[in-house]
C-alpha cells in the first residue's frame, strides 16, 4: 500500500505563485510515475501533469509553461510548481500514483486564486 501526503496549498493572488509537495510512503518511490490532478467546483478531475519514474513529464494544455512538475527521489516527494496563477486554477490538487495494478490517491490540498 502507498500513502500519499499532499502539502503546500493555500491562498494567493491571480499572477502569484505555489509549490505543492506530496510525500509518498514506501521503499519503491523512484520506480512510481507520479502524477498531480485537481478537481474544481462542479467539474470532474483532471490531469495537471506526471512525471514518469526516468524524469518525462507531461502537461495538460492549460497548465503548460506555468506548472512544473519534478521529483526528489531521495525524499520521496514529488513537487509542483505553480507560477502565473489564474483564477481558473482554483481547485482542489490531488497527488496520484498507480503501483502494482493499484491507483492510490492523497486526500488533497486545497488552492484558491483569487482577483
Known amino acids: 500500500q502507498v500513502r500519499l501526503v499532499e502539502s503546500g496549498g493555500g491562498s494567493v493572488q491571480v499572477g502569484g505563485s505555489l509549490r505543492l509537495s506530496c510525500t509518498a510512503s514506501?521503499?519503491?518511490?523512484?520506480?512510481?510515475?507520479m502524477g498531480w490532478y485537481r478537481q474544481a467546483p462542479g467539474k470532474q478531475r483532471e490531469l495537471v501533469a506526471n512525471?514518469?519514474?526516468?524524469?518525462?513529464?507531461n502537461y495538460a494544455d492549460s497548465v503548460k509553461g506555468r506548472f512544473t512538475i519534478s521529483r526528489d527521489n531521495a525524499k520521496n516527494t514529488v513537487y509542483l510548481q505553480m507560477n502565473s496563477l489564474e483564477s481558473v486554477d482554483t481547485a482542489v490538487y490531488y497527488c496520484?500514483?498507480?503501483?502494482?495494478?493499484?491507483?492510490?490517491w492523497g486526500k488533497g490540498t486545497l488552492v484558491t486564486v483569487s482577483s
Open positions: 496520484n500514483t498507480n503501483w502494482r495494478r493499484m491507483d492510490y
Open positions: 514506501g521503499n519503491f518511490f523512484r520506480l512510481y510515475a
Open positions: 512525471i514518469t519514474s526516468g524524469g518525462s513529464t
